[in-house]
């Protein structure tokens, strides 16, 4: 059954240098046509692979905060028309000052009820070397506009391993945030993705990022932190006051069926998962034709959604529930993945919680994606 929807808009007043998701810059591009060509996917779509109900939607981009206030409310009034959406967690992306009141007006009367801010970092000069037009002061009075407007739900992403940066300055950054008493915080290590600027920049020699060991100190500072707030960890890079976990993420990592819609987004439904056309000509020309703009289609195998559900799930402090993966596979998780598990375990990275919680542990948080990896290909199809 499908309980979310991802929507991406794909343009940005600036292109950072870290970034790799499908983006273009917003001057002289058709906005219009583009929200057009999104309500008429939504609608396809949900005539094609209908849902009862919506419990979550997730705008993302690119900036979707970087669209006015008459085409955000264009928008919204298209994902109210076409999901089936009455109530749930409705998140909005946003970037530190790109919120204005008249938007976030918008954004309120068409039940938004999350915001997630692309902070990255509270220093001003490493704010301009990754490419970000927003200042610290910008977020503060971002912030202080969005809850004058009644948001209390808000959400901060913080990026660490940025070059130049030191431990202190990042302890900072995160003294900044936390002082802020938000509800819900994501830290995200510095990942150089090809075709970016810092990827080329790499290349080069000629991008000065953290020591390994530096950035696993940043790591285990940003959980140090988080807790000493009263922030619980509930999945390896996020961090949530009781009740405001991100449940629209938690359908990502219980490997469950969600809707993406928009150029370049992907999907998951009844065990396929479909990416769009990321450029926005080739996007919009199937749908003006009245054809979903699928790119890819691959319909997973019963051993690759159980790989998944290891390697999305466990990423969860919560872990994998060896009931709940039988329950859902009819198979038994400690037998089908006993040789990972036994290796990942003797390296100390995995543990087993009450004989039924297959958990990370703290070492292993360090060294996920060798956990994660572990899981993939490790059973025959």
């Known amino acids: 059954m499908t309980r979310s929807a991802y929507i991406h808009i794909p343009f940005c007043q600036q292109i950072c240098h870290y970034c790799d998701f499908n983006k273009v810059f917003l001057k002289n591009q058709p906005v219009d046509g583009y929200l057009n060509a999104l309500a008429d996917e939504m609608k396809l779509t949900l005539e094609k692979y209908p849902a009862e109900k919506l419990d979550t939607i997730f705008v993302g981009g690119g900036t979707p905060t970087a669209l006015n206030a008459e085409q955000l409310e264009k928008l919204c009034g298209s994902i109210r028309s076409y999901l089936p959406f009455e109530q749930g967690e409705f998140t909005f992306e946003a970037n530190p000052g790109d919120l204005t009141k008249d938007k976030l007006k918008v954004l ?85 993705e090809p075709k970016t600027v810092f990827y080329n920049l790499m290349r080069k020699d000629r991008l000065p990022l953290p020591k390994v060991e530096t950035e696993a100190h940043m790591y285990e500072l940003l959980m140090e932190k988080m807790s000493d707030y009263g922030l619980r960890q509930y ?56 054809r979903l703009p699928y790119i890819t289609e691959s319909t997973l195998t019963k051993a690759e959604m159980m790989e998944e559900e290891m390697f999305l799930g466990l990423r969860k402090m919560r872990g994998v529930s060896a009931a709940g993966f039988e329950k859902k596979y009819d198979l038994p998780l400690f037998e089908l993945f006993k040789e990972p598990i036994a290796g990942m375990s003797s390296r100390g990275l995995l543990k087993v919680e009450d004989g039924e919680w297959l958990q990370l542990t703290e070492a292993g948080k360090l060294l996920g994606n060798e956990v994660f990896q572990a899981f993939l290909l490790s059973i025959e199809n």
């Open 108 to 192: 309120k009367e068409y039940g938004v009820n999350r915001l997630s801010l692309g902070v990255q970092t509270f220093n001003d000069d490493l704010l301009r070397s990754i490419g970000r037009t927003h200042t610290r002061a910008d977020v503060l009075s971002t912030i202080k506009l969005a809850q004058a407007e009644g948001f209390e739900n808000i959400s901060i992403d913080l990026i660490y391993a940025l070059p130049n940066q030191t431990l202190e300055d990042f302890r900072e950054t995160l003294d900044e945030a936390l002082a802020l008493g938000l509800p819900h915080y994501s830290g995200y290590s510095l990942i150089i």
């Open 235 to 290: 999945e390896i890079s996020n961090f949530a006051k009781p009740g405001y976990e991100s449940l629209h993420n938690l359908v990502y990592w219980d490997n469950e069926s969600y809707y993406g819609f928009g150029a370049g987004a992907h999907s998951y439904t009844d065990g396929v998962r479909r990416s769009n056309h990321g450029p926005l000509k080739k996007y919009m020309e199937p749908i003006e034709q009245g």
